[in-house]
């Protein structure tokens, strides 16, 4: 059965085999084993051993990214991470030397692509309280990343994903049709294919200039932030790829931009950004743009992941919160 149609629990039952049965492809001391913590375009787990090692492992959903775009991944996690831009998790070569193992398992159809990171210490900043903090670190973040990605001489050829109009409105999109996720009624979609009209227009008139366009995270949540009393890293590169910068603070907000406190969190994001990097008034004005681009993409993203938790408990009003964010953005700029 293919992965895409198996249950869930079923697919994590094979992957839970094949997570445990690929630990031998690296050095470990003895006694490892994984433990799932989290399963959205892929699974992760933890790799703990008695003696107190710690790793993560990742192990890949089929069809996403090639071994190459992961090997592109890495190349820019660790130079981000030798240039001190940005502190950035390490991985381990297993015993052939590769960063990436590739193993396959009874059950699914396909091998899986793996990498098992090292294990940052520290938490992610607090959701629930004052974020305002965080996200102004967030913006200096995005922006040394940005800077980064301007300056730096990628290795050809360089695969990642994009996510410009074409992949999230085009006729073959990354993560589906927005169109076609749960709860999309008639109401609904005469909203958004407004919206999307909107979107496309003001983004084409914006363009893709060296300064705006780029390598960016794609997923840069205070989620994807871990702080302890040595400072600040950023994890999850697994999204990234070529897109908007502003993209970054519309991925900052995901699921929550309908909260009442973006206004100020907008503003804290962009204090932190412009300590680091110019952000002209004319780029930032059109970040709510760059927010809605980004809901419509994770519409998307629910419908064509309804398998996996996260979606399920979003989808019954995660459509119609889009729409009334739309009208808002329509009564704005349309």
């Avoid at 094979?14 to 492809?25: E, F, K």
């Avoid at 040595?230 to 929550?256: E, H, K, N, Q, V």
Wanted: aromatic share 10%; net charge negative; hydrophobic share 45%.
């Amino acid at each position: 059965m293919d992965a895409s149609t198996m249950p869930l629990q079923q697919l994590l039952g094979h992957l839970d085999r094949l997570a445990n049965a690929s630990l031998r492809l690296w050095d470990l001391p003895p006694g490892a084993a994984t433990r799932l913590i989290n399963v959205s375009e892929n699974a992760t787990y933890l790799v703990e051993t008695p003696g107190g090692f710690r790793a993560v492992l990742r192990v890949h959903r089929e069809n996403y990214h090639s071994r190459r775009a992961i090997e592109c991944e890495l190349a820019w996690i660790d130079a981000l991470d030798r240039s001190g831009a940005v502190p950035a998790p390490g991985h381990f070569a297993g015993r052939d030397g590769q960063a990436i193992q590739t193993a396959g398992i009874e059950g699914l159809a396909e091998p899986r692509h793996m990498v098992l990171f090292c294990f940052v210490e520290g938490q992610a900043p607090n959701e629930t309280g004052d974020l305002a903090p965080g996200f102004e670190e967030l913006g200096g973040i995005a922006a040394r990343t940005h800077l980064h990605s301007i300056g730096w001489a990628r290795p050809e050829p360089f695969e990642r994903l994009v996510w410009d109009m074409d992949q999230i409105f085009g006729p073959a999109p990354t993560w589906g049709n927005w169109r076609d996720a749960p709860q999309v009624d008639a109401p609904v979609r005469a909203v958004l294919e407004r919206v999307e009209q909107t979107v496309r227009t003001r983004l084409e008139a914006f363009g893709r200039g060296p300064g705006r366009y780029g390598l960016i995270h794609a997923d840069m949540r205070l989620a994807n932030l871990l702080t302890d009393a040595r400072g600040t890293r950023l994890i999850d590169f697994d999204d990234s790829g070529f897109g908007w910068f502003l993209y970054d603070f519309a991925a900052a907000i995901s699921f929550i931009e309908d909260d009442p406190r973006i206004p100020d969190l907008k503003a804290a994001w962009l204090r932190g950004y412009r300590r680091v990097r110019p952000l002209p008034e004319a780029d930032a004005s059109e970040i709510d743009t760059f927010v809605m681009l980004r809901r419509m993409a994770l519409l998307a993203w629910i419908g064509s992941h309804i398998e996996a938790p996260e979606p399920q408990a979003l989808a019954p009003c995660f459509a119609a919160t889009t729409a009334a964010l739309g009208q808002d953005y329509l009564d704005q700029f349309a």
